[in-house]
């Protein structure tokens, strides 16, 4: 068997652009490593890119190079697809596939149009995102649908919840347990208001820790970017079964 180099660093087949951030990360958060104990990961901080810049219904247009040149290191150092640390950078999705030659997926609200084809189409579809006021139309439709083909439903925090608190306002510190209860308050108000929901996304890639608490009291299926990580990795390097 010929080996090939050109790379540093070998195996870590997915990429991950990071906002530039410096709250806690628990395993199940896109920003630990120990969320995929089977996929190794590489990530590339993309500096200055903070998430005040980000969240905005107008991201920050200054931030789209930088992110290009992000996206083209993690390529030229050996990964074989590419996502992000926020999924409002769906914002750059088109264009920074565009940008490199291997696959770019941004945002878990990408697997939007094959929930619509699994599920019953009597049912709604949710997305759940920290501040649903900045989810727009535009992020919708450059993940690849449009809310008028596909009705969602965006469900999030309170304003002054200790979950944005923490992970938008740059805080650095909180109890755990605080955390679930957020996201375990936010999952049953949207159940008792949406009760015909068949399947639930995560938008924020800081849901993914509470996944099986969302689950167990919606009681539906739960697609994230750790789901779409893991099944886009199995793709770009297949196992043998020989």
Same mark, same amino acid.
């Given at each position: 068997m010929k080996l !090939?180099?050109g790379? *540093?660093?070998?195996?870590?087949? +997915?990429?991950i652009?990071?906002l530039?951030?410096?709250?806690p990360? +628990?395993?199940?958060?896109?920003g630990n490593a120990?969320?995929?104990?089977g ?6 901080v993309v500096?200055n #890119? /903070?998430t005040?810049r980000i969240m905005?219904q ?8 930088p =992110? +290009? ?6 390529? &030229?150092?050996?990964?074989k697809?590419?996502t992000?640390s926020c999924?409002f950078?769906?914002?750059f ?12 997926f941004?945002s878990? +609200? ?7 084809q699994m599920?019953?189409?009597d049912?709604?579809?949710? !997305?759940? *995102? ?6 727009t139309?535009?992020?919708f439709?450059q993940a690849? =649908?449009?809310?008028r083909?596909?009705p969602?439903v965006v469900?999030? @925090?309170p304003e002054?919840?200790?979950f944005p608190?923490? =992970?938008?306002?740059?805080?650095l510190e909180?109890?755990r347990?605080v ?5 375990e308050e @936010?999952t049953a108000?949207?159940m008792r208001e949406?009760?015909?929901?068949? #399947? !639930?996304?995560f938008?924020c890639?800081n =849901?993914g820790p509470f996944?099986?608490?969302?689950? &167990? $009291?919606a009681?539906?299926?739960v /697609?994230g $970017?750790n789901?779409l990580?893991?099944?886009i #990795?199995?793709c ?6 020989y």
């Amino acid at each position: 068997m010929k080996l !090939i180099g050109g790379h *540093t660093n070998y195996g870590q087949d +997915i990429g991950i652009l990071m906002l530039d951030t410096t709250f806690p990360r +628990i395993p199940g958060d896109i920003g630990n490593a120990k969320s995929y104990p089977g996929v190794p990961v590489r990530y590339k901080v993309v500096k200055n #890119a /903070f998430t005040s810049r980000i969240m905005g219904q107008d991201h920050d247009p200054a931030l789209l190079e930088p =992110f +290009i040149q992000a996206a083209r290191e993690l390529e &030229d150092e050996g990964c074989k697809a590419i996502t992000t640390s926020c999924g409002f950078l769906a914002k750059f999705q088109r264009t920074l596939a565009d940008s490199v030659h291997i696959p770019v997926f941004t945002s878990a +609200i990408m697997l939007v149009p094959l929930v619509r084809q699994m599920i019953n189409r009597d049912r709604e579809i949710a !997305i759940f *995102t920290e501040r649903p006021w900045n989810l727009t139309e535009d992020h919708f439709n450059q993940a690849g =649908f449009s809310s008028r083909d596909i009705p969602v439903v965006v469900s999030g @925090m309170p304003e002054g919840s200790p979950f944005p608190a923490l =992970f938008i306002d740059g805080g650095l510190e909180e109890e755990r347990e605080v955390l679930q209860q957020c996201m375990e308050e @936010m999952t049953a108000r949207h159940m008792r208001e949406h009760p015909n929901t068949g #399947a !639930i996304v995560f938008e924020c890639t800081n =849901f993914g820790p509470f996944s099986r608490q969302v689950q &167990d $009291i919606a009681r539906v299926p739960v /697609f994230g $970017i750790n789901q779409l990580l893991e099944y886009i #990795a199995a793709c770009v390097d297949v196992r043998s079964y020989y």
